[in-house]
């Protein structure tokens, strides 16, 4: 009977994040489109006829894997920030708190409308990308693994933003002082070899680096960095945070007052 009850509870709840998701199309899935088209004109085709191939590959089918990557990266995590923030701000998150689902329940719920949306997002630039290049995929379930993993990992990231959250002001600064950054020094645009060699090993640090070495790996076959690095990080990561933001949940965490 609980097993049911709580399956009916995860059911509903990852059907209106998702839902809230698909009610607002024009906001989450046309901006990531409009980017990357921007990205494609200006860095490909301006900058990548003066660079020119990389690894060998041309500079436009280098990059794709990187610009999938930063968009399901950032679709993720806005998705649940804002739906958490927004639940503890008209204080819907207290009526899902008294029910008898467990917090896991709620937690993968949350999570589940992150995924969705960073796949979505991450799929729809992927076929885009056709209209540029001839888009490969040199191990498909490799990608799609890295997507998975990456999509929840940046879902809880977010989570844990919009539980500390406290005004719609707070909802920019992680995004705008560590996620772009992160993104566009994780090797989107560029090779690690190019760098110098303090930002060669300073790269390392970067989780986002990571992410997005092994999504290429999955597309062209080409990494900075090994594939067992690249899944101990991710897969290390997604467990703590998990546990961080299931225990800030049941301890009330910027939610009780």
Known sequence: MHRRANWIGFLSLSRHEIVRCLRIWPQTLLPPLATTVLYYVIFGNVMGARIGNMHGFTYLEFIMPGLV????????????????????????????????????????????????????????????????????????????????????????????????????????????????????????????????????TAIYANPIFYMISGFRYAMLGIADVSLQAVLLMLGGGVAVMYCLCLWMLRRGVGIKT
């Open 69 to 200: 990557m930063m968009n399901i990266i950032d679709s993720s995590y806005s998705n649940v920030m804002s739906s958490f923030f927004m639940a503890k701000f008209f204080r819907s998150i207290e009526e899902l708190l008294i029910t008898p689902m467990p917090n896991y329940i709620i937690l993968l719920g949350f999570m589940v409308g992150g995924m969705f949306r960073g796949l979505i997002v991450g799929a729809l630039v992927a076929l885009m990308s056709l209209i540029f290049i001839k888009v490969t995929v040199y191990n498909f379930g490799l990608m799609i693994l890295m997507a998975l993993l990456t999509s929840s990992f940046l879902s809880l990231i977010g989570f844990i933003n919009g539980v500390f959250a406290r005004k719609f002001d707070d909802l920019s600064i992680v995004p705008m002082f560590v996620l772009i950054p992160l993104s566009f020094f994780g090797g989107v645009f560029y090779s690690v070899q190019l760098l110098p060699p303090f930002w060669q």
